[in-house]
């Protein structure tokens, strides 16, 4: 009589192999996270059952290195500035200003443009380029 038993191959899985993808994967993941670097401010905002998309549109004031001004490519003067300004916000529900100022232009130009912009009550945002 033969007593033995039959034994049969273990199926093993070898840890080491599956640690060293893990930690592959986590180095990708945290060589590719320093590298991403988002450029807007994450909120969170509260949820309405209604709602209702606004379409903001964006009126250009440009200030140049020569101090000319110009509203969306069409150059004004600083003393038609208002009206202009005006007359352009009255065609859109939600305007908002997107002022872009040349580096060499005094702070004073800016502030003149800016007193401007909150006379008529229009939101400013001021536009920059990204520091390297």
């Not at 101090?67 to 038609?80: A, G």
């Amino acid at each position: 009589m033969n007593f033995r038993k039959h034994r049969r191959p273990h199926a093993a899985v070898e840890a080491s192999s599956l640690s060293d993808i893990l930690f592959f994967l986590l180095l990708f993941f945290l060589i590719i996270s320093t590298l991403a670097s988002p450029n807007a401010i994450k909120l969170l905002l509260p949820k309405a059952s209604t709602g209702q998309t606004i379409s903001h549109h964006a009126i250009n004031v440009s200030i140049s290195a020569n101090l000319s001004y110009y509203i969306d490519k069409r150059m004004v003067s600083l003393e038609t500035l208002e009206p202009e300004l005006q007359r352009e916000s009255k065609n859109y529900e939600n305007p908002t200003v997107v002022l872009r100022v040349d580096k060499s232009v005094t702070v004073e130009e800016l502030v003149k443009v800016v007193d401007i912009v909150n006379r008529l009550r229009i939101p400013l945002v001021i536009a920059t380029d990204k520091s390297k």
